[in-house]
């Protein structure tokens, strides 16, 4: 009998219950949930924080946090416009700027979409290791660096993409390999890094047959998870018009799904034997796929479909007993029955999304470019929005947690938010 975990598996030997590290933007499962932290559900400029610190550049990337120290990357642009891509740690406890390390100096970088940034992939670290961090910026650069000292240990920046509007992809960690995705216009392919050195280990093209696809629609901007299918991980990742399943060891192709979709954003969503798919633009559908199949199981595997409803194409879904909430890059949220896609309700939440929701607490956290959080009690029967809190500057980045704390990151500023 085939035997299936749709949870992600702790590759790294992440401990679901470590209070003390936010290591995945999407947290130690990769999935926004920090089940036992009481975190403030309330707060403003002028309460319930601990303190709040400029961040310079312009970066989307998320906080991680470990060892007591909060790690994302941002990007300068200089006067003859070339970009200086940092990566930037601060105190968790006092909010200090503990240093911005120089990554790499790119004199002609690619242009980007006017929403995107330089730094939009968020780094990663192994709870296990937190002496390394590993910062990503798509095609210009990668590289893992000293958390004690700051010193770039390696760095890579010859893999070359065209991304068209910028890098969005974010690494992964996999035992003793770091894994990358590149899906531009011009070249799609996963490689692993060897994260003591920065050896490619392995590389992968994707099988897709782009011929008969336009270019622009070739390029996707998604992140890894892992899952456990009879014991063995599996590393599944949606890229352009197709989500595959591999073999995080070496790369093999175990399965694909195939789709009309392109320049994918939010991350899968995994639970009870299914993947949850957003096929990204024009117009997203989501599609809730069955786990454990090989080969192309795109017409044997499709469990249930909800086509071009108000689905989202930037903030990833979140699962919370049963039922998978979402909200639309225009403030439409929706709650569906997990298993069977059957909409339990669709109202209005007002605002536009990019960052990814948290479950904290058993609260949900969704945050809006205008820098509005809605702290929602989940269930079937309607939304119920408890609080709505205000920042300055606005969300692009997802929230950390660490503890009963909350690490956010505005377009301009970082904050700590504490309960009283």
Request: glycine share 10%.
């Amino acid at each position: 009998m085939r035997t299936m975990t749709a949870v992600i598996v702790c590759a790294l030997t992440m401990s679901a219950g470590a209070a003390d590290t936010w290591p995945d933007y999407r947290g130690p499962l990769q999935n926004g949930h920090a089940d036992g932290a009481r975190v403030a559900r309330t707060w403003s400029e002028a309460q319930n924080v601990t303190w709040k610190t400029a961040i310079d550049g312009k970066g989307w990337s998320s906080p991680i946090v470990a060892g007591g120290l909060i790690w994302m990357t941002t990007a300068i642009e200089e006067p003859d416009g070339a970009q200086s891509l940092y990566a930037v740690s601060v105190d968790l406890a006092t909010g200090k700027n503990i240093r911005k390390i120089l990554i790499e100096r790119v004199a002609q970088p690619q242009p980007i979409h006017r929403f995107n940034s330089y730094a939009s992939p968020s780094p990663i670290i192994d709870p296990a290791d937190p002496a390394r961090v590993y910062v990503h910026f798509g095609t210009f650069a990668t590289a893992c660096i000293d958390a004690d000292d700051g010193r770039v240990l390696w760095k890579r920046n010859d893999l070359h993409i065209d991304h068209m509007v910028g890098p969005g992809s974010s690494p992964v960690l996999y035992g003793d390999l770091l894994i990358l995705q590149y899906d531009g216009v011009d070249h799609d392919f996963m490689t692993a890094m060897d994260r003591a050195t920065g050896r490619t280990v392995w590389q992968v093209d994707r099988s897709m047959d782009f011929s008969h696809v336009r270019v622009d629609q070739r390029k996707a901007f998604g992140t890894p998870i892992f899952v456990e299918v009879d014991g063995k991980t599996q590393l599944i990742i949606q890229a352009a018009q197709a989500l595959y399943g591999y073999d995080p060891r070496n790369g093999a192709e175990l399965w694909r799904f195939d789709f009309d979709g392109y320049s994918n954003v939010p991350r899968l969503v995994l639970g009870d034997g299914l993947v949850y798919l957003s096929t990204g633009y024009d117009n997203a559908d989501m599609v809730a796929i069955k786990l454990g199949g090989r080969g192309n199981i795109t017409k044997t595997h499709e469990a249930w479909r909800l086509p071009r409803r108000q689905v989202p194409r930037r903030a990833s879904p979140i699962l919370v007993d049963g039922a998978l909430y979402m909200v639309s890059d225009g403030g439409v949220m929706q709650c569906l029955d997990a298993q069977t896609g059957e909409v339990h309700w669709r109202e209005r939440l007002g605002g536009n999304y990019t960052a990814c929701p948290i479950y904290a607490g058993g609260r949900l956290y969704f945050f809006n470019e205008a820098g509005d959080c809605a702290v929602i009690e989940p269930g079937v029967d309607g939304l119920h929005v408890e609080h709505t809190n205000t920042l300055e500057s606005g969300f692009m980045a997802s929230p950390a947690v660490v503890g009963d704390t909350l690490i956010l990151r505005t377009k301009t500023h970082l904050y700590r938010i504490d309960a009283p």
